[in-house]
């Protein structure tokens, strides 16, 4: 398995809330719109903003008439390592998830066109050792966690097997030779 140069959290969660926008996009049909934010975090805040600044023309405190409404209420990202096995021989390969949900809704003309979720999943492969350069201590939102026990049965299993292979192995050696 190669890897190629792998990308930061803080760029993967960028990517996927420029897709969310782009979704959002496909769905508004004005150039204008007001935005209305409840976010806590005020980094994401302004991604977002940034994603819809390329898109639309965007207003903060305007009340016109023909200026659709886009309200950000929450955002949530979740990041996990899976580490991977492979056989006897153990890879330091590790599987990384982000997922990124942002919900929002519109209003056209004081109807509303959608209130939901807006799920996005990145998933690769990275090696184990380089898990720090991906996360950014700054924000919390770009930091991971381990999926799984460090002790589980296959690895006692497999242990066992091997001990077990390696015992037959020297008794039959010794049992041929005599």
Avoid: H
């Amino acid at each position: 398995m190669t890897f190629a140069q792998s990308r930061s959290n803080l760029d993967i969660i960028d990517s996927l809330i420029n897709s969310i926008v782009d979704e959002i996009s496909n769905q508004i049909k004005s150039e204008k719109i007001r935005v209305e934010s409840n976010l806590q975090d005020k980094v994401i805040e302004n991604r977002v903003l940034n994603s819809f600044l390329r898109k639309f023309t965007v207003f903060f405190y305007d009340s016109a008439a023909d200026v659709d409404i886009v309200r950000l209420d929450a955002f949530k990202s979740k990041i996990n390592y899976i580490p991977e096995s492979r056989g006897f021989f153990k890879s330091s390969v590790v599987k990384r998830n982000v997922e990124v949900i942002l919900y929002c809704s519109a209003i056209d003309d004081g109807k509303l066109l959608f209130s939901r979720d807006f799920k996005r999943v990145y998933s690769d492969y990275v090696k184990a050792g380089e898990i720090k350069n991906f996360e950014d201590k700054a924000f919390n939102f770009t930091q991971g966690e381990f999926a799984g026990g460090s002790l589980t049965l296959s690895k006692i299993i497999e242990g066992i097997v091997i001990i077990s292979s390696i015992g037959i192995a020297v008794y039959l050696l010794f049992a041929v030779r005599k």
